[in-house]
């Protein structure tokens, strides 16, 4: 069975710098799209950025664009996503998602990915 399990989730100043990692198991397929949500109190969650496995690009959704950058490193199995600059209003639980045999193209929704992790919290103070 597919399993993902996030970490790197840490409390941290305003402007600093975090990166999260998603290490997943049980993937037996090549192309595949991975991406990264994030989850506000009380709310749905929110599309941070997709990448598709093996060689495929990254896209962002508007509120990672420009400032977040994912990568994939195919001999470890593992997405990350860098955060640089941090806000106050980044404070969240961060998902990582995946939609198997499938490259990112239209894979847009909380529905598009049938695969996730538990999350890890982000939290960023004044």
């Known amino acids: 069975q597919v399993q993902l399990v996030e970490s790197g989730g840490d409390s941290v100043q305003a402007g600093g710098s975090l990166t999260l990692s998603c290490v997943y198991f049980?993937?037996?397929?090549?192309?595949?799209?991975m991406a990264w949500f994030r989850q506000f109190p009380g709310k749905g969650r929110e599309r941070l950025a997709r990448?598709?496995?093996?060689?495929?690009?990254?896209t962002y959704g508007a509120a990672a664009e420009g400032r977040f950058i994912i990568s994939h490193d195919n001999a470890k199995n593992t997405i990350s996503l860098q955060m640089n600059s941090l806000t106050p209003e980044a404070t969240a639980l961060y998902y990582c998602?995946?939609?198997?045999?499938?490259?990112?193209?239209?894979?847009?929704?909380?529905?598009?990915?049938?695969?996730w992790g538990r999350g890890t919290q982000v939290t960023v103070s004044t």
């Open positions: 998602a995946a939609r198997l045999a499938e490259d990112c193209w239209g894979k847009t929704y909380v529905t598009d990915f049938p695969s």
């Open positions: 990448i598709t496995t093996p060689n495929g690009p990254a």
């Open positions: 049980g993937v037996t397929t090549s192309t595949n799209c």
